[in-house]
C-alpha cells in the first residue's frame, strides 16, 4: 500500500531565512503549516498570522475556579466543618485564606491550562505523529530551523509548495508520509505495555524510596514540629533546682476543668448533696446521646438494658431501668461515673464534668422511654 | 533583521521650548509653595519634605536600577528607550537638594532625634548605634555619592557611545551594572529604613525595604512608560512598536503584582503574630480616618491597575499606559503619605501644605528632560544593540 502523504518540511540555516520564508508561505495564502526550531522565536507569530491563543481564557476560568474553590474550602472548614479559635482571632479570618487562595490559584491555572493544552491541542491521547523520528525533527529540535506544509492545505499542490519552499532558501526540502501503522493503531499512550511500563517504573521507585529511606536509613520527612526548643513530658531539665522538666501546679490552684470531686467515697452524700446543672435542652440530650453511645453503651448496652456488646469479656453490668436506678437522684448517677462503682471504673478522665450531667439527663430519658406512662402517648 | 552594524538614520531633536517654560513656571509656584509651608506649618511641611525626597529617589534610583538591569541582563527591547531613563537616572545629583531641607528639620520629624526621649526609652537607647545624626549624615552622604556617580558613569559611557560607537562602552557599563546593583539593593533598602521606618523608632520590619524597593521600580517604570509614550506620540521617538509597549506594560503589571505580594506579605505576618510591639503601627493606619487611606492604597496601587493591566492588548495600547502611568505614580506618592504621614497626624488630613511638593518634583523633572534632550540624543544612536532593539517583537 502507497504511503499517504503528510506533507513537505524544509530546513534553514539561520532563525531570520526561517522567518522571511514563513512570511512568503503566509502570503501565498498556505494556512496548514507549521515551524518548528530548537527555541521559541520572537515575532514568529506575527509573521505565521495567528490569531491570539484562547488558552489565556482557560488559565483565566482555572484560575478564578481555584481562587474560589479554595476560599470556599478553607470558608467551609473554618466555619462549618471544625471552627477552631486560633491564636483569637475570629473563625472567618481572611487574610489567612489568602497565600492559600493564591497558591491554588497559581496551581490550576497552570496545571489545568498546561493539560487543557495536551488534550485540545495535541489530541490527547494521541501521541503520534508522523513528524515523529524523522531526520527532520531532529534537525530543528538542535540547530536547525523548519517548516512543514501539510498535504491537507486546500493550496497543497506538491510541485508549487516544493518550488515555493526552495525558491526562499530552503534546504533538504522533501516529502514525509504517514506511517500506515501508526494510523492503524493510533492512541499508544493507552497501549497496555506502556501502561504497564509506566506503573511498573512508579512501583518500582515507590518501592526503592521506601526501603531505601524509611527502612534501610530511617529518615524523617519533616522534624521541625518535633524538635523544638521546649521541654518535654518526663524530661530532665537544668533549668529548675530540683532537675525536673515537668512542674507541680501552683500551690492553692487548681487548673481549668480539673476541680477536685469532693464526694469521693460518699455516694449516699453525692445523692443528696449534688444538683445536676444543665438544663434539659436539646442540644444537652444530643450531647448526652452521644457520649452516652461513646462511652456507656458498649457495656451498658444502646438502651441501658445491661445488654453488653463485649460477649463476656467483662462482667454484664445490671439494667439502668431497675427501680433502684430510677429512684436515684441524679447525684447518685453522676457518682458512679465520676467515682465508679465496684467494677466499674471511673470515667471522670475521659469524660468531662458538663458531659457527665449531660449522659445523666439521657439516661432519663432511655427510662422514661422504658416505662411510658399513658400520658405520655398523648 | 539585518546586521547590527548598521544603525539607523538620526536626525538629532529637541524637545519644543513649551516644555522649558512650564517646567520653569511649576518650578516657581513650586518652589513658592513650599516656602510658604515651611513658613506657616514648619513641622508637616518637614514631613512632605521627606515624602518628596523618597519620591523622587524612587524615580532616579529606580531608573539607574533599570538601566543597570538592562545591562546586566543583555536586553535589547529596551534600548531605543534607553536615553529617556538616563534623563531620569540624571535627576540623581538633585536629590543632594532635596535632602538639605531633610537635614534642617529632623528634629521635628524624628523622635529618636530628641536626646531626653532616648534617655527615657530603653528601646531607643539600644538602637542609638544606628538611630544617630552623625551615622544618618554619613549613610545619606554615602549613598548619594554611590547614586551620583554611577548614574553619571552610566550616562557618560552610553552618550560617549553615540560618538564613537565603541561596543567597549556597553561592555563597560555591564561591569558597572554587576558593582551597582549590590549597591543598589544596600542603598535603596537603608534609605527606606532612614527616612521611612524609622519614623517610628519602636517600629520594625524586616520586609520594609523590599516594600520600597517595589514601589520605587514600579514608579520608575511608570515614569519611563509615560514619558516613552509622550516623547514617541510627540514624534521624539519614532522607532517604538507596540510590542515595546507591551514590555512596558508587562513590567508595570508585574510590579503592580510585587508591590501588593510585599505589601501583603508585611501585612499578614504582622497581623498573624498579633504582637503589640509590631501591630500599632498598623493601628494608627487603621484608625481616624487612615483606614480610608488605606483602603484607597490598595484599590489604587492594586486593584484598578491589575484589572487595568490584565489583558494582552490593554498593555500594547498606548492610552491606557499613559493613563496607568499617570495614575501609578500618583498612587506612589499615596503610598509614600501613607506610610510618612500617620507618624505626624494621627488623623488623616489632606493640607494646603502638602500641595508645593510635588509640583516642584514634576516642575524639576520637565526642566531636566528639556535640558537633557538639548544635550543628548533622545536615543542611544551608537549602541550595538540599537538595531536588534528596534526591530524587536514578541
Known sequence: MKKPLYGLTAL?????????????????????????????????????????????????????????????????????????????KPFWSWPAFVPVAFEITVLLASVLTVVSMIVIYFKFPNNSHPLHDTPFLKRVSSDGFGISIEAVDPLFDEARVRGMLESVGGKDVGPVYFDVEDLNHGQKVFDLKFVGLLAGVGMVVSIITYLGLNVMLYMEPFSWMMEQEKLKPQAASALFSDGIGMRPPVEGTVARGFLPYPYKGRPEDAGKYLVNPLPVTKPVLDLGREKYMTFCSPCHGNFGRGDSRLAGQFPNPPTLHSDKVRDWPDGSIYHVMTDGQNVMPSYAAQVSRDERWAIVHYIRVLQRAHHAKESDLQ | MSTDTQTPSYTSKTLSPQVDRIGLILLGIGVVLVIAAFVFEPVRAAFDASILYLFMVSLAVGAIFLIALEYITGAVWSVPMRRVTEFLAGLSPFLILLVIPLFLNLHDVFHWTHQEAVNADPVLQAKTPYLNVSFLTVRTIVFLGIWVLFSMLFIRNSTSQDVTREASLTTKNVRLAAVFLPLFAISITFTAVDWGMSLDPHWFSTIYGVYYFSGTVLAAVSAVTLIVILFHEGGYLPGLRRDHFYSLGALMFAFVNFWAYIAFSQFMLIWYANLPEETFWFMARWENGWQFVSVLLIIAKFGVPYFALLSQESKMNTKRLKIMAVWLLVAHLLDLYWLVMPTHSTGASLSWVELGFPVVGVGMILLLLSWKSKRYNLVPIGDPKLRRGLDFRL
Not at chain 1, 24 to 33: M, Q
Not at chain 1, 43 to 63: C, E, I, Q, T, W
Not at chain 1, 66 to 84: F, K, N, Q, R
Open chain 1, 12 to 88: 534553514f540555516d539561520t532563525p531570520d531565512a526561517l522567518m522571511h520564508a514563513v512570511e512568503e508561505t503566509a502570503k501565498a495564502g498556505y494556512t496548514r503549516y507549521d515551524v518548528h526550531a530548537p527555541y521559541p522565536l520572537h515575532g514568529m507569530d506575527r509573521a505565521m498570522r495567528l490569531k491570539p491563543s484562547p488558552l489565556g481564557y482557560f488559565a483565566l476560568v482555572f484560575g478564578l475556579l481555584g481562587a474560589v474553590s479554595a476560599v470556599g474550602l478553607m470558608t467551609w472548614i473554618t466555619l462549618v466543618d471544625y471552627p477552631l479559635v486560633i491564636g483569637g
